[in-house]
């Protein structure tokens, strides 16, 4: 009944996650794209959100802000000021404006991470591209848009340090992960060009994790070497700080990388079983 009412309003609506949407559970998935808005629709909750409850309601729209006013509360009880920003990182102009404003408000930036991704299985065998699109303008025209702006400042305060999420694919291009990889090919060769294109003031840091306790791995089903959350970002934050050129972790894969002939096989075994299943 959902999807009619997105086709009633006439909005380009389809998941990116799982493949799936559930109609007419008290559950939903993240990820939603809305192109005749330029938005996305992020639900994060175990039950329906206002806007699929108020049928009146035609904005439609629904973003990460509980999470972020939860961790902004949080901050600030540790005596961090903190603004929030939704926007859609791929909207190069909504994302500058947010940029703007918030260099506005401050003297001086330190460090900026670009952490925004999308993560699926290609789905050749469909023989639609736009899964492949999402994940690529996603995960390297938005890794642009959220550096770039930044930029200009660092080069004139002659310091700062930018922080690119990578992944293990930008090393292992494996069975079904297609775009994915490529994507994170690409953000660890803006990493390299971007490392040796500005002043040694200024840091570069790629950071490459390998599975990880979250949203995007929960319909996964082969995660070998996965660490808890917070576990990764004590890794990350000490990363950081050590302005590392490159990190990898957990530390298996870096054995994995130099052998990945085998996780080849073993990759391409596991995706075979899935699309067999789909």
Partial sequence: EYIN??????????YIGDGSFWCGSSHLNPDFKVNGRKKVIEVYTSKLPKFMMDRSDENWIVERKEKLE????????????????????????????????????????DLVIANAGLGDLDALHKGDPTLINEVIKVNVIGVQNTILPFIPVMLKQDDGHIALVGSVASHIAWAGGGAYAASKFAVRALSESWRKTL???IDVTLICPGFVESEMTDPVEWTPFIIKTDIAAKKIVNALHKKKKMFIFPWQWRIVIAFKGLLDIFMANAVRKMHKKR
């Fill in 5 to 14: 009412l997105f086709e009633k309003h006439k909005l380009d609506v389809r």
């Fill in 70 to 109: 939860d961790i902004a509360t949080k901050c600030r009880e540790m005596g961090a000021e903190v603004t929030i920003y939704s926007v859609d990182v791929t909207d190069q102009h909504s994302t500058k404006e947010s940029i703007d404003d918030f260099l506005s408000k401050i003297t001086k930036i």
């Fill in 199 to 201: 002043p040694k003031t």
